[in-house]
């Protein structure tokens, strides 16, 4: 259902760098101040941007990108994964919700929250 989610960054490239190497994906598109990068332009991708009105990138509190992991493990891989990479630990990976959903949350290089998640 989702083609797409965006996300201000403050340096273009290491946003790129980051999420290309964290999702083992490439850009798809990029048009100078925004690429969007995914595995298969037909699939969902992230976007990452210079903000268009040129104002510092900011996240929005209360926001969040949750992205599966594809099992509790997988989850696990993604968080230990963006932690190498640059990202900080928001919620070390766990079961939530009366262990029906396993979640382990980071934040990116520019303070976006991320969520690596499972449902069993």
């Given at each position: 259902?989702?083609?797409?989610?965006?996300?201000?960054?403050?340096?273009?490239?290491?946003?790129?760098?980051?999420?290309?190497?964290?999702?083992?994906?490439?850009?798809?598109?990029?048009?100078?101040?925004?690429?969007?990068?995914?595995?298969?332009?037909?699939?969902?991708k992230i976007a990452v941007c210079e903000?268009?009105?040129?104002?510092?990138?900011?996240?929005?509190n209360g926001s969040m990108i949750a992205?599966?992991?594809?099992?509790?493990?997988?989850?696990?891989?993604?968080?230990?994964?963006?932690?190498?990479?640059?990202?900080?630990?928001?919620?070390?990976?766990?079961?939530?919700?009366?262990?029906?959903?396993?979640?382990?949350?980071?934040?990116?290089?520019?303070?976006?929250?991320?969520?690596?998640?499972?449902?069993?």
């Open positions: 259902m989702i083609g797409y989610t965006t996300i201000g960054v403050s340096d273009l490239a290491a946003a790129k760098k980051f999420y290309s190497e964290l999702f083992d994906a490439k850009v798809l598109v990029d048009v100078g101040r925004l690429a969007m990068i995914g595995k298969d332009i037909s699939e969902p903000p268009f009105d040129g104002n510092p990138p900011s996240c929005g992205f599966p992991g594809g099992s509790r493990e997988g989850a696990d891989a993604l968080y230990h994964k963006a932690i190498a990479l640059g990202a900080t630990d928001d919620g070390a990976p766990g079961p939530r919700i009366e262990d029906v959903f396993y979640g382990a949350y980071v934040r990116d290089p520019d303070g976006n929250k991320l969520c690596f998640f499972d449902f069993s």
